[in-house]
């Protein structure tokens, strides 16, 4: 059939790449004026943006030999950056671990074990709340992973400073966007957990397009980056929010400002996404979604926003986002 690619020999040559659509219908049911350009990087392999990082991270650290032949590679996780590690490494035949809080949903742990990771539940601070993971939590998976480094002689990919992480989106987020909007983006949002894909991304958009607006999506209540302070650092925006005062990624980055989402209006925007488009995500995409809503409401009215689907919404059948 005329049109179609050659097959590919590996899983790791299709990461990236992703399609992209004009939410138009979403737009109008909500009567914005503008346009929302979503990245549908769901449909990676591991179903999340993540992959991209994987590879990226893996493939940095054969090259500069700081991972070895059969080496234990170990990392914290929500559960995306597991679950594009857990395929990476199992193509690559590395042995994979993954270290990850209970308060996450329990799908993303059953599916890095199908993909033949090792994951390691860390138990949520005392009054924790189930599916509300805060930077307290973040922290005791990062002590329990930093021990497992120690005592495996393990490599750790550690997404939250690992340059790998921002190149990734640096090198293909950011110029796919640009390709597929036909040049034509005004602004960039993104909820953010470790920072790499905003950071990448508004890098390599900036360079196509310098009035190009960079916008950094927080939780209300944990906007600790915005100087906001955490008020409330459990929220149900699973994957990022973590409340922590400076992300090595954001470092260097240019951030033109910060835009704050309700856990409610988040799973709004997800069910609405689902419903009016068709498009299956997750909390942080709905995240993304309604913050670019609010741009089109206020500052760049009439203008075209660009946004990631980051997960797919599979991820949290067990969570109150489809209850």
């Not at 193509?91 to 059953?110: D, Q, T, W």
Request: aromatic share 6%.
């Amino acid at each position: 059939m005329a049109g179609l690619n050659p097959a590919h020999h590996s899983l790791l040559d299709v990461i990236g790449n992703t399609p992209a659509i004009w939410l138009d219908r979403w737009v109008a049911h909500h009567k914005l004026d503008g346009r929302i350009l979503a990245k549908l990087d769901y449909l990676n392999p591991g179903f999340s943006k993540k992959d991209r990082a994987a590879k990226a991270i893996i493939e940095a650290a054969e090259s500069s030999g700081a991972l070895q032949p059969g080496q234990c590679v170990i990392e914290l996780t929500s559960g995306n950056m597991g679950t594009g590690l857990a395929i990476v490494c199992a193509l690559k035949n590395y042995p994979f671990v993954a270290v990850m809080s209970r308060g996450n949903s329990p799908e993303r742990a059953r599916m890095m074990r199908a993909l033949g990771a090792e994951v390691i539940l860390v138990d949520q601070v005392r009054g924790a709340q189930q599916g509300q993971v805060s930077g307290a939590d973040l922290a005791k998976v990062e002590e329990r992973a930093e021990q497992l480094v120690a005592e495996r002689n393990g490599f750790r990919a550690d997404q939250f400073h690992h340059p790998a992480n921002r190149g990734a989106h640096l090198t293909t987020t950011g110029p796919e966007f640009w390709q597929q909007s036909g040049g034509q983006l005004d602004a960039f949002v993104d909820f953010v957990g470790s920072g790499g894909t905003y950071a990448g991304t508004i890098q390599a958009l900036k360079a196509f397009n310098p009035a190009c607006k960079g916008y950094v999506v927080e939780p209300d209540g944990a906007a600790v980056l915005s100087g906001q302070g955490a008020m409330q650092p459990q929220h149900p925006i699973q994957g990022g929010g973590y409340g922590m005062k400076q992300l090595a990624a954001l470092a260097s980055s240019d951030i033109d400002g910060y835009l704050t989402v309700s856990g409610n209006d988040a799973t709004d925007a997800t069910r609405d996404l689902a419903r009016l488009v068709g498009v299956f995500a997750g909390f942080s995409a709905g995240a993304n979604l309604a913050a670019a809503a609010k741009l089109l409401q206020r500052t760049h009215k009439g203008e075209t926003i660009a946004i990631i689907i980051c997960d797919s919404g599979l991820k949290y059948l067990s969570a109150d986002l489809w209850s």
